[in-house]
């Protein structure tokens, strides 16, 4: 067997039957750990991979072919993650599709896109009608804001209009 995990079998006049090659080739791949070096990881391709690091800022996912790529958070859920640890974890297989290479030949992965995106996209709450004193006191400042504003306002007692103080 070859380190790319193909196994090659020399069919010699030795061997008198091709059963025995058979049974050779069946106990052979059952013994070893597959691995699929062809597995073509190109843009838009599914594959399986298993998470071999969660950092902070997404998921390091090695393939059976040895390559590894990196889930970026964004590309984790729909929803906003703020704990990738809350979505996966280290040794774990997952699914993943590849978006594509980075210009240094990293393969971009996600695990949204493969996931149905949900019906309605959370909004934030609606703040509700405040109580009428609130409601006054905003419309009395907009008002005095108003009037500050176009016509330099009513001056406070006391105050000599912003110069220099004097000792």
Request: no cysteine.
């Amino acid at each position: 067997m070859r380190l790319d995990g193909i196994f090659y079998l020399d069919l010699t006049p030795r061997l008198k039957s091709n059963s025995l090659a058979a049974r050779m080739v069946y106990h052979m791949s059952h013994a070893f750990p597959r691995r699929n070096p062809l597995v073509q990881l190109d843009s838009g391709a599914v594959a399986e991979g298993r998470i071999t690091r969660v950092t902070d800022f997404g998921a390091f996912i090695q393939f059976e072919n040895g390559e590894t790529g990196l889930v970026h958070i964004s590309q984790i859920a729909h929803s906003f993650v703020r704990n990738i640890h809350d979505h996966v974890r280290e040794g774990d297989s997952i699914e993943v599709k590849v978006l594509g290479r980075d210009e240094r030949g990293r393969l971009d992965l996600s695990i949204k896109e493969l996931l149905e995106e949900p019906e309605e996209v959370p909004r934030p709450r609606a703040i509700g009608r405040q109580s009428p004193q609130f409601e006054a006191k905003l419309r009395s400042f907009m008002r005095d804001a108003k009037e500050r504003t176009t016509t330099g306002g009513p001056k406070k007692p006391g105050s000599s209009g912003g110069g220099k103080r004097k000792k």
